[in-house]
């Protein structure tokens, strides 16, 4: 073979590999990208719930002790006199012990909170 011949398919060959390298790389950083994404917005829907959670706690302590008689649950929401405080509730419990109030919710079947207020 001439030397110019194996040069050349040499160079081909080292073509083909960068080409196969590269593009590995812009897939696995496509699918790297698109994960880092996904979890993006799920951190922030979860970032979102928690405040609507703070949100609705802050509402029910304020007007403690006739909040507790103000809260409804119904078809997966959380009323607060007649309006929506949260949706999306997958369960909610109120129990009242002497001067102590504890409110146990779950939010999406993601987020679970206990609260304790004092009457």
Same mark, same amino acid.
């Given at each position: 073979? $001439?030397?110019? /011949?194996?040069?050349?398919?040499?160079? %081909?060959l080292? %073509?083909?590999? !960068?080409?196969?390298?590269? *593009?590995?790389? !812009?897939?696995?950083?496509?699918?790297?990208?698109?994960?880092?994404? =996904?979890n993006? !917005?799920? /951190?922030?829907? %979860?970032?979102?719930?928690?405040?609507?959670?703070?949100?609705?706690?802050?509402?029910?302590?304020k /007007?403690?002790p *006739? *909040?507790? $008689?103000?809260?409804?649950?119904?078809? $997966?929401?959380?009323?607060? =006199? /007649?309006?929506i405080?949260?949706?999306? !509730?997958?369960?909610?419990?109120m129990?009242?012990?002497? $001067?102590?109030?504890?409110?146990?919710?779950?939010?999406?079947?993601?987020?679970?909170q206990?609260? *304790?207020?004092?009457?």
């Amino acid at each position: 073979m $001439n030397y110019k /011949n194996i040069k050349k398919a040499f160079s %081909l060959l080292e %073509l083909i590999f !960068v080409i196969l390298i590269g *593009s590995l790389i !812009v897939f696995y950083s496509t699918i790297y990208t698109k994960e880092l994404y =996904e979890n993006q !917005v799920l /951190n922030q829907e %979860l970032a979102m719930m928690k405040l609507d959670l703070n949100s609705a706690k802050i509402i029910i302590e304020k /007007n403690l002790p *006739s *909040s507790k $008689n103000k809260l409804l649950f119904k078809e $997966n929401k959380l009323f607060y =006199e /007649n309006s929506i405080l949260l949706e999306k !509730v997958s369960s909610f419990s109120m129990l009242q012990n002497a $001067n102590i109030l504890k409110i146990k919710i779950e939010l999406d079947k993601k987020i679970i909170q206990e609260w *304790s207020f004092r009457l």
